[in-house]
């Protein structure tokens, strides 16, 4: 079974920094493009990033957000920096894979101000 799993939220200072993971399992995220979306707290889900399967980055938060990908631990990152509390949000990373969009449970970001 395909599965997505972020890690690597939680809370933190206002001009602080996170990095978030996303592993994934049975899939291989380097041959599809990767995505972080999150959903503020009351609000829809949102798009922060994307790396494509040939490396090409797009952001919503440039330049404070920054996506990356270990191949060799089939990881996607998200390095946040400057962590202001309007980016308190569950952040998810998402797949496609044979057709369908894959998810993961979410991981939940908090910053104080």
């Known amino acids: 079974q395909v599965q997505l799993v972020e890690s690597g939220g939680g809370l933190v200072q206002a001009g602080g920094s996170l990095t978030l993971s996303c592993t994934a399992s049975r899939i291989i995220l380097s041959t599809n493009a990767v995505a972080w979306h999150r959903q503020p707290p009351g609000k829809v889900r949102e798009w922060v990033a994307t790396i494509a399967s040939g490396g090409a980055t797009n952001y919503a938060e440039y330049p404070r957000f920054h996506i990356t990908r270990d191949n060799e631990k089939n990881t996607v990152y998200l390095q946040m920096t400057n962590l202001q509390p309007q980016d308190t949000a569950v952040y998810y990373c998402?797949?496609?894979?044979?057709?369908?969009?894959?998810w993961g449970q979410g991981t939940q970001v908090t910053v104080s101000s």
């Open positions: 998402t797949t496609n894979y044979r057709g369908r969009a894959y």
